[in-house]
């Protein structure tokens, strides 16, 4: 069992950053792949970034491409985003996700532990 949990969101300006944490219980942290998730207002929840278990492989979707950066640190068992250059389409409520196992997957019904989720509003 994984219980997750995500802070560091909140209200910032058009080209501003944030970092958003993600703080998870148990023993075995590296054995699960993580990835964070959005869900905008009207919209389904999509795919932002994922890491291996390692750290060592992230993957990210076009939209936040380099900008946000996905980390890790396992021996804190916890999992960070970093948001830079921030718009008003990244408005939205971000969730981070566990799935355990090596595979790096982007599709949400692939992951088995989900958090509360964060507040990310961008003001323009």
């Known amino acids: 069992q994984v219980q997750l949990v995500e802070s560091g969101g909140g209200l910032v300006q058009a080209g501003g950053s944030l970092r958003l944490s993600c703080a998870a219980s148990?023993?075995?942290?590296?054995?699960?792949?993580m990835g964070w998730f959005r869900q905008a207002p009207g919209k389904e929840r999509e795919f932002v970034a994922v890491?291996?278990?390692?750290?060592?492989?992230?993957y990210y979707a076009d939209s936040v491409k380099g900008r946000f950066t996905i980390s890790r640190d396992n021996a804190e068992n916890t999992v960070y985003l970093r948001m830079n250059s921030l718009n008003a389409e990244d408005t939205a409520v971000y969730y981070c996700?566990?799935?355990?196992?090596?595979?790096?997957?982007?599709?949400?019904?692939?992951?088995?532990?989900w958090g509360q989720g964060t507040q990310v509003t961008v003001a323009s």
């Open positions: 996700a566990a799935r355990h196992g090596p595979t790096i997957v982007v599709v949400p019904r692939l992951y088995t532990y």
């Open positions: 148990g023993r075995t942290f590296s054995d699960y792949v």
């Open positions: 890491i291996s278990g390692s750290g060592l492989t992230t």
